[in-house]
């Protein structure tokens, strides 16, 4: 059992962290949000009283921040977490942030010897509490190593994407796949919708066709063609539109950051913002659907 | 066993007829090029040298043609199939065509009395030859319950998607779908390539995750991330461009018909038209990858 | 002046006879709405009980009907208008159509050795009851030579365009062209207003500047930039969102015959179509300016 | 006549602050490359080692830097230019750089009570040799009034947009809408083309017509069309493909940033970068108009 540092406890970092305590670690953590801090502290953490207090002296410090300049704030600088943690220390960055900004994390982390690794999650609340979270890491394989087995905790699959950054590229690379594929299938059953067909039918048809995809089998977004999937109540819960307008914006910067054309996911990122711009935001990403139905005159 | 009608023998069209002799039915077959008809006739089928003379009498007509005019032009006006077959014939369509041509011509056989089923086909030449083709069917339940059995003598998946025109909306719904997951797909592998990523890895993890889909099962588009297809072989073979833009064209003009919103697909039909224009319509479509690749200025 | 067959009086047809009438003609008109004969014919025009009849005898004929089919089934076949004019008679279609039919009727009448020109026109109702529309045209030069003093008493600006078909083509590039403008220069003055600009300073800015157009200076889409406007009368008269759907589908048809990539065209024509589907076909094509906004949260 | 420093002599810095020289104001230049610095200190410019050496003590500084994080480095920090410069000089950047960066510069000028203007250029090496650029500034109305007559001495047209920042935001917004209007020109004009149109007919037609635009007045991106622009010189000089990629990244991260759909903008965005990956980085923004156009098999 190790002394762990969480730093950050949201909607998702808090039971992550309540997971690390299940587990039986030492975890001594940090929020802004007082409230946030003692609701854990009363099921065992060790509530510290600022980022620093709570990472001196861990073996592993794990942060879930919500953008890249909260990483690169703490993390940087002369009184920043990498120059404060043991030598030894293990940073872990669960955030889903800029891959320039956990480059540049990692370099300076590596400027003082320490393993640094971007550990970007996807599986949302549910996930987190169920420690059923999927980990997409970036770093060395000696620190991917030593970091899986304390992610093990929380998640059900961890992968090694590649270098530092690629745990963020790769999650960034899948959601905006995600959100092509979300809008691309939710306007092929409208389509069939539109000429008379039956979308459960359709669904079927091309669930086991080269259509087939991650939205059909598991989150299909026309209602009442899968029971317990957002679109079957009401669009509630699941992944929210502005959260998937937040991934697509890190992916857009990446692909302007390496010239990288990318047609099909910027056009995705234009659709889900005109539907957020439509007061969509707090609703379930697979609400895209309503976008491509006749509605009436008005 | 059927006396069974087969219009149209191309690259389809001749291993179908060929999969029905095999099953032991009498083929009666007819195509504009003498040389088809010959070479089927050596395997067992029987020639006939007009359309309507093959169908004449025939319990079962198919037809394998290259778009709604011919089909039309073959079955509607006065000495069209459908006025001309017996009147318990059973009518299967099994080419892909807009599904207006597809309503069309079905009404014209409701007239009359006889079951019309639009078949349209996917699987590639490779599945009509193994006799391993999918038919997404629209038309009658009494249709096509005529229409199953013969159906498996030619395909391994046959789908009821609806009522006449069916089977042709839920296949262009689907092959858009799939236009869609193929340049989505390759630009999120090249995003992940151009900032450092190897696409094997890259391609593991979506793969699981929320951004799966069929062509990262199925038909990487990255050479040298599967075996044995087309993008490991140079693109050649698998399922053309331009062939890919044909079924595009059809998406596009049943969405006017429709006035559907379908802007992924729309997006996705220039890419492919873009591809296309540039000498690359013989390809396999999975080459739509190089598009999204940096190279080397001129 | 000269004997003209005017057939199809609708919102624009009936202006367009009746400028013809003022200008001394004779003119025979007919269409299936007798209302809009009789109305026509209490201002001087002859009524006539069958397009056929209108023609019979007439120096020149236009027509101006809905769609390509209905161009086709009044024109071609044995009781066609093609078979039936005299033998020198002028041909001239002012329907907005594709342009295959154009050129299909074109050829038919060259085998009769008729000349025919497709003439479609922009100018709305207004510019019909003024006298001011544009005609675009195609055709032999003879042919336009002989149509245009004709056009000219219904238009303000006749162009050839090229060879029969090539009017209905230039129509649905510029049309095209458009909807591209129309919805470029609305996202762009929303950009500017989501970051604190006046919509006024901005488009005067944008107007002599590089990004210039003719939306900026005809047709501004935000409210109060310009008077006299739909976007300052509530979107109401001018160009409706419907009929820039329907040149659109036109143009995508024309794109998919020739094989032409159109991404911008065809995400024109996406962005119309939602904008359609959620019940705003009637007002003026300019309120896809208001899709581009944020609005509150539901 | 003032004492003006000017940092950064590229192409377009060199022979704007040369057009001050010749204007008679005392110019104090600095760039890190010398061979800039000797180039123009010969004809008359004050060579300075340093750009705190430059700006000390003039009235007026002016800054023509790559990208957003230059601007920050020299203006911000304990030894920035905010805090170096004389109690009442102007600050002046003409740097296109991101929205965001100039609003941060300009509030830490304001907090030590120093004017600072944002005021990026359109019109290329040509106009800043000749002296007729167009500057679109932001700030507040007294820091425009003093810069305005500054900026005559290298410029035709002064606008100003708006606060701090809005000159950055008005001019990605006119350059967003230019390369839409290119991308959606050129692929119209092909479209006429696949069709049997002339260019310059057609062209002649649609710039009198609603889709007049200033790239059919100014800029014709076919060949042979229009006489001494890029098309017709083999797409040499002009605006370079890879300016228009770095423009169209900064309009897409201040979409991200003010959550604002830009779909038209984000697809020529797009359009643009797989024409730069093609190793056409260097070329004429109009070459573009290759990309619609039908090539040979290969």
Same mark, same amino acid.
């Given at each position: 059992?190790?002394?762990?540092?969480?730093?950050?406890?949201?909607?998702?970092?808090?039971?992550?962290?309540?997971?690390?305590?299940?587990?039986?670690?030492?975890?001594?953590?940090?929020?802004?949000?007082?409230? /946030?801090?003692?609701? +854990?502290?009363?099921?065992? !953490?060790?509530?510290?009283?600022?980022?620093? @207090? $709570? &990472? *001196? %002296?861990?073996?592993?410090?794990?942060?879930?921040?919500?953008?890249?300049?909260?990483?690169?704030?703490?993390?940087?600088?002369?009184?920043?977490?990498?120059?404060?943690?043991?030598?030894?220390?293990?940073?872990?960055?669960?955030?889903?942030?800029?891959?320039?900004?956990?480059?540049?994390?990692?370099?300076?982390? /590596?400027?003082?010897? +320490?393993?640094?690794?971007? !550990?970007?999650?996807?599986?949302?609340?549910? @996930? $987190? &509490? *169920? %420690?059923?979270?999927?980990?997409?890491?970036?770093?060395?394989?000696?620190?991917?190593?030593?970091?899986?087995?304390?992610?093990?905790?929380?998640?059900?699959?961890?992968?090694?994407?590649?270098?530092?950054?690629?745990?963020?590229?790769?999650?960034?690379?899948?959601?905006?796949?995600?959100?092509?594929?979300?809008?691309?299938?939710?306007?092929?059953?409208?389509?069939?919708?539109?000429?008379?067909?039956?979308?459960?039918?359709?669904?079927?048809?091309?669930?086991?066709?080269?259509?087939?995809?991650?939205?059909?089998?598991?989150?299909?977004?026309?209602?009442?063609?899968?029971?317990?999937?957002?679109?079957?109540?009401?669009?509630?819960?699941?992944?929210?539109?502005?959260?998937?307008?937040?991934?697509?914006?890190?992916?857009?910067?990446?692909?302007?950051?390496?010239?990288?054309?990318?047609?099909?996911?910027?056009?995705?990122?234009?659709?889900?913002?005109?539907?957020?711009?439509?007061?969509?935001?707090?609703?379930?990403?697979?609400?895209?659907?309503?976008?491509?139905?006749?509605?009436?005159?008005?």
């Amino acid at each position: 059992m190790a002394t762990i540092a969480f730093i950050g406890l949201g909607n998702m970092g808090g039971p992550m962290a309540l997971n690390l305590v299940k587990a039986g670690h030492t975890v001594r953590v940090f929020d802004l949000n007082h409230d /946030a801090v003692h609701a +854990i502290a009363e099921l065992g !953490a060790l509530p510290c009283s600022s980022s620093c @207090g $709570a &990472a *001196a %002296g861990a073996e592993v410090v794990i942060t879930m921040l919500p953008a890249g300049k909260h990483v690169r704030g703490l993390y940087l600088g002369e009184e920043g977490l990498i120059q404060t943690v043991a030598d030894d220390a293990l940073l872990i960055d669960s955030s889903t942030i800029d891959a320039e900004s956990a480059r540049v994390v990692a370099e300076a982390a /590596a400027r003082r010897g +320490i393993e640094f690794v971007d !550990a970007p999650v996807s599986g949302g609340t549910a @996930g $987190a &509490a *169920a %420690g059923t979270l999927t980990f997409i890491c970036g770093g060395s394989d000696a620190g991917f190593a030593r970091a899986r087995p304390i992610l093990e905790n929380m998640g059900a699959n961890i992968f090694h994407a590649g270098a530092a950054g690629a745990g963020q590229v790769a999650k960034i690379c899948n959601n905006m796949l995600l959100a092509v594929l979300m809008a691309g299938t939710s306007e092929a059953l409208q389509l069939g919708i539109h000429n008379g067909l039956d979308p459960k039918v359709l669904s079927e048809i091309i669930k086991v066709s080269s259509g087939g995809n991650w939205t059909l089998e598991k989150y299909n977004p026309c209602p009442d063609v899968m029971e317990n999937v957002p679109s079957s109540k009401g669009y509630q819960g699941g992944f929210m539109v502005d959260l998937m307008c937040k991934d697509l914006g890190l992916a857009m910067q990446t692909a302007t950051d390496s010239h990288s054309p990318t047609p099909m996911g910027a056009l995705a990122t234009s659709l889900f913002r005109l539907h957020a711009a439509k007061g969509n935001g707090k609703r379930d990403f697979s609400s895209i659907f309503e976008q491509f139905a006749h509605q009436q005159e008005q």
